[in-house]
């Protein structure tokens, strides 16, 4: 497999995208990049559909002008200079502010690679192969499961940045990872989608993992068959770790970042050290990542990054930012810039951990009423909290006995949901590296059934 | 570009599709007076597809030199080699098929692309003014103007060869009002293919007063009861169903891995009301945002009646698929950039209208929801679908009442179809802002009339 630009040179190209803005007329002005190639071989209809080589080096120039920004990104390393010139003319264009600018920065020493190079030993054959044999270890499972699509890949990268303010940094990284995307059919019945799939670092963790999450999805497409209608009444649902990722935490964390605070739009505004949730929920983001998942320790502004305890016991402690909302808010970043070359820093996780409860997960469905919230194909508001939705591959509980059922929504408010959570499993799934998450159990949610 | 790619394809015996790509993404984004976000991005390159031993493989490369894509040609070619052993279905040669050739063009390129900078800015700018200025309540707003420019040429060893630019702008507005700690928001956006007069068919300030509106009614606004409920629903959420609950469940490759659809063509799945189509061109009206002259595998693509008098017709189409069905090839293969493979995906999806008017659809409605606003939609493969919808207005004794917030739209799609019992005359493109997702996105429209028919609402219960 070819490699992706390394490293160094990565960031030799950011550095002279600095020296091209800094002629181009910038006060500031700072580059990232980012170089990969990836090896796939994907599914479709139950059979291999095509092997797929890509690669790709992209960079994004950011300036600072008179208190004004602008951003250009291409793929064409050769248009660095054009691209350097595009940046300052649209800076050109905006009102100052006051709190636009880069962050003091510093060279940071190289960080391990994460990269196992048996991972890179993986090409297109071998790929395909273990791509095949998991696609019919899986179709036994059930021989009404259908596949209508999945893939298995590798992807070997670096990134760099550096900055007239003095920041440079780079890292470089490889994963492997798989999905698949399905139903069960049988006849004329056809069951709900499923999905599931799986990230790792390390070779040795790849089949394993994939053999693991493809388990799930069987479960998930099987069970999902033979739905009857549900019924209406308000009660408990019981959220699976990926549920929880998908329903709860991506809606949540976009109010804990500080650019919604300043925004206005943050229901958590002048809420530190107050109860936002059960007593039962703690949320913190890993930072540099967990052991399993190293990440690279700086930020998309080259700002080294930092474990932060978002909600201990429910109480809230504060907001990720990076340099912009630090500034704003006259605090210090805490290093939570994210994105990538092809786009501006903006706030957000990197990888978070929710606590796990002392609930054996087998234990969340020991009540009178309630429903497994397999996925939620709904909509849900961040501003105010409201969802409203069909509860897919759901099955209703009764006295701890599971009937699956279709055609239901449930609808709330998300923070109320996060002050219901009644009982967290002692059980957590690592999902795609990022996420390390236990099931919840949350009271009080309104089913409605045709 | 389009000479370079079919001197490189001369090179080879077997089935070679070469695809060029330059986009141009310009963005800006205003908020609270301040400018978030004021950004380009380019990004080009060749994606390559070859048909070895009856497997595909695929390469990219963003070097458009011939040497380079040559090089794509050989990776693409030496991975099919390496993988077609696994294959269990072969893929026989494509048939021959009528395939594009020259240049095409759609309208609004030069008009957006030669506008300058400033004067978005300066429009995003006045226009998250007034929206904050237009009632004391609203707390926070945005506008957003990006535009998609797009340069296209396709080139396969069996004859297809074309080139088109196109261009998609788009205009948004955001508005949250909060009042005694009770927050609502409220949305409208355009996207469409073509020019600025296109883009501002209902001038910035409509938007304004539309989104404005929105935020203020809601924050009074309850949630309503769920269940199954006699709903009318806009253009923009025909939109939302046509797409999620019809379109994807007919989508060729889907229904060969067994959607709900499958052995369905020429059974009745709508009313004898319901027309349903799905074309690259703009029908009806101007603008739709899904606009393409010409497929990404180089099929010209026209408009394709999925649903007629309310019996499946046809589902949509690559050439493969259309090879394995025996049916000429839709024009529906699209890739999201260079480096995606094209996949079936819809282009502008509609209802064609019917003859009552809307006013006459409300008074017959005994008891109702009109609903309005569209947010987010999914649909599955059992055409179980989901969308959410900002506004739901109270019908009683044909009368529009309260408006609600907070709602979602679900139902099977055949069976939902089955109930429509009214199609207005009224027809309008109204989710060209909004993108498709299917492992790539994509940019399609859809729309059409006013329809009335019998879905489930989710809702509150009480406790």
């Known amino acids: 497999m070819n490699r992706p630009i390394p490293q160094h040179d990565l960031l030799e190209l950011c550095q002279r995208g600095v020296r091209a803005a800094l002629d181009a007329g910038a006060d500031q002005a700072e580059v990232f990049a980012t170089s990969h190639t990836e090896s796939e071989a994907s599914l479709e209809k139950n059979d291999l559909n095509q092997t797929r080589r890509v690669e790709e080096t992209t960079f994004g120039i950011r300036v600072l002008k008179s208190g004004s920004m602008g951003f250009c990104t291409s793929n064409q390393a050769s248009a660095l200079t054009e691209a350097a010139r595009e940046a300052v003319l649209l800076a050109g264009l905006s009102p100052a502010d006051e709190n636009n600018g880069l962050p003091s920065g510093e060279a940071l020493q190289d960080a391990a690679p994460a990269v196992d190079p048996d991972l890179l030993d993986l090409g297109v054959p071998e790929l395909t192969s273990l791509c095949m044999e998991l696609l019919e270890s899986t179709r036994s499972q059930d021989a009404r499961l259908t596949i209508d699509s999945g893939s298995v890949s590798v992807t070997h990268g670096t990134q760099a940045i550096a900055s007239s303010e003095g920041t440079q940094a780079s890292f470089e990284g490889a994963n492997a990872g798989g999905y698949l995307f399905g139903m069960c059919v049988d006849g004329e019945a056809v069951g709900s989608f499923s999905y599931d799939g799986d990230t790792v670092r390390n070779a040795a963790d790849l089949r394993p993992r994939l053999e693991s999450a493809f388990s799930r999805f069987v479960k998930k497409c099987a069970g999902a068959m033979d739905a009857e209608s549900g019924e209406s009444f308000r009660g408990s649902i019981i959220l699976p770790p990926d549920t929880v990722q998908e329903f709860l935490i991506g809606n949540l964390l976009a109010m804990l970042g500080a650019d919604r605070v300043r925004l206005g739009q943050s229901p958590f505004a002048q809420k530190v050290g107050e109860s936002i949730a059960s007593p039962l929920f703690t949320l913190v983001e890993e930072g540099p990542g967990l052991p399993e998942f190293r990440l690279a320790p700086f930020d998309r502004e080259g700002t080294p990054r930092q474990r932060m305890p978002l909600v201990v016991d429910g109480v809230l402690q504060g907001f990720l930012s990076n340099s912009y909302e630090a500034r704003a808010a006259q605090s210090a970043s805490t290093g939570h810039a994210t994105g990538g070359a092809s786009s501006t820093p903006h706030v957000g996780p990197s990888c978070l951990s929710l606590a796990g409860g002392t609930t054996p997960l087998d234990s969340l469905s020991d009540i009178e009423r309630g429903v497994l919230v397999t996925r939620f194909s709904g909509s849900t508001n961040p501003i105010t909290g409201d969802f409203s939705g069909v509860i897919k591959g759901g099955f209703l509980i009764r006295d701890g006995e599971r009937t699956p059922i279709e055609e239901t929504t449930m609808a709330g408010n998300l923070y109320d949901c996060l002050k219901n959570i009644s009982a967290v499993s002692s059980e957590r799934r690592l999902i795609n590296g990022s996420a390390y998450l236990p099931a919840l159990r949350i009271d009080d949610v309104s089913i409605s059934a045709s | ?463």
């Open chain 2, 1 to 463: 570009m389009r000479s370079l790619l079919e001197e490189v394809a001369r090179g080879y015996d077997g089935f070679v599709e070469l695809r060029y790509h330059n986009k141009v993404f310009r963005s800006l984004l205003v908020s609270q007076g301040r400018v978030e976000k004021s950004t380009v991005r380019h990004r080009k390159g060749v994606g390559v597809r070859v048909l070895v031993n009856g497997t595909w493989g695929f390469a990219s490369t963003s070097d458009c030199s011939a040497p380079a894509i040559r090089a794509a040609v050989e990776t693409a070619s030496a991975s099919a080699k390496a993988s077609s052993s696994y294959r269990k279905a072969k893929i026989p040669a494509l048939p021959a098929t009528g395939l594009a050739v020259g240049d095409f063009a759609e309208p609004g390129v030069t008009d957006i692309l030669e506008r300058p900078m400033e004067e978005k800015l300066q429009l995003a700018l006045d226009t998250e003014s007034r929206v904050r200025a237009a009632a004391s309540s609203i707390q926070t707003a945005s506008c957003g103007y990006n535009e998609i420019f797009t340069e296209k040429a396709i080139v396969t060893s069996d004859g297809a060869s074309a080139a088109f630019k196109l261009i998609r702008p788009e205009f948004r507005v955001s508005a949250v009002a909060e009042r005694d700690g009770s927050r609502s928001s409220g949305a409208e956006s355009i996207g469409v293919t073509g020019g600025w007069e296109c883009l501002f068919r209902d001038p910035a300030q409509v938007l304004v007063e539309r989104a404005a509106k929105t935020a203020v009614d809601l924050l009074d606004a309850t949630i309503p009861e769920g269940g199954r409920s006699t709903v009318i629903l806009s253009p923009s959420i025909v939109g939302l169903l046509v797409h999620e609950a019809v379109g994807h469940t007919v989508e060729a490759d889907f229904v060969m891995s067994g959607s709900v659809a499958k052995g369905k063509l020429g059974t009745r799945v709508a009313s004898d009301l319901v027309t349903l189509c799905d074309s690259g061109r703009s029908e009806l009206a101007s603008g739709a945002g899904g606009c393409i002259p010409v497929d990404d595998e180089g099929v010209i693509a026209g408009e394709t009646v999925i649903i007629k008098d309310g019996l499946l017709n046809s589902y949509l189409h690559n050439r493969e698929s259309a090879a394995h069905y025996g049916v000429a090839p839709t024009g529906n293969a699209r890739a999201w950039e260079y480096a995606d493979q094209p996949l079936i995906r819809m282009r502008n999806t509609y209802i064609r209208p019917g003859q009552q008017s809307l006013e006459e659809i409300i008074a017959s409605t005994e008891d109702g929801y009109l609903l309005d606003g569209p947010r987010n939609g999914q649909a599955d493969a059992t055409g179980e679908f989901m969308f959410g919808v900002q506004r739901a207005y109270r019908i009683k004794n044909g009368r529009i009442g309260d408006v609600h917030r907070g709602v979602t739209l679900s139902g099977k799609a055949f069976d939902v179809l089955q109930t429509v019992d009214a199609v207005s005359n009224e027809f309008l493109w109204d989710l060209g802002s909004g993108h498709c997702g299917k492992g790539q996105p994509a940019k399609v429209d859809a729309g059409g009339p006013y329809i009335r028919c019998q879905a489930m609402l989710g809702g509150q219960q009480s406790a």
